[in-house]
């Protein structure tokens, strides 16, 4: 069985850090896909990162302050996210071999695959 459990989200102030851990059981970290996303009040679930074994891919508003790692041996997968903004108030979400799915009102999270149950990411101006 597939098991995936964030830790590490709260509140900061803007231009301060903060770093997600999702700890998983059930998957392999060298083979799978995995994934960050977050979804804020109203607004659709967006791609914050993908790592893999071939390639690694941020969207623009996170190159530069956000990366994944990974822990291999203690099944454990990082999200490092610097000089953070409000815009970046979200629940984020690990999510393995995964993708939002579409609904009436846009990409939604959690979709398909295996995802956690989110952390809530606050950060105040």
């Known amino acids: 069985e597939v098991k995936l459990v964030e830790s590490g989200g709260g509140s900061v102030q803007a231009g301060e850090s903060l770093r997600l851990s999702c700890t998983t059981s059930?998957?392999?970290?060298?083979?799978?896909?995995m994934s960050w996303y977050r979804q804020a009040p109203g607004e659709e679930c967006e791609l914050v990162g993908t790592?893999?074994?071939?390639?690694?891919y941020y969207p623009t508003f996170a190159k530069g302050r956000f990366s994944i790692s990974r822990d291999s041996a203690a099944n454990i997968i990082y999200l490092q996210m610097n000089n953070l903004k409000p815009d970046d108030t979200a629940v984020y979400y690990c999510?393995?071999?995964?993708?939002?799915?579409?609904?009436?009102?846009?990409?939604?999270?959690?979709?398909?695959?295996?995802w956690g149950q989110g952390a809530q990411v606050t950060v105040s101006s």
């Open positions: 059930g998957v392999n970290l060298d083979e799978d896909v």
């Open positions: 999510a393995i071999d995964a993708q939002s799915v579409a609904t009436e009102s846009g990409w939604s999270c959690p979709g398909v695959g295996h």
């Open positions: 790592t893999s074994k071939w390639n690694t």
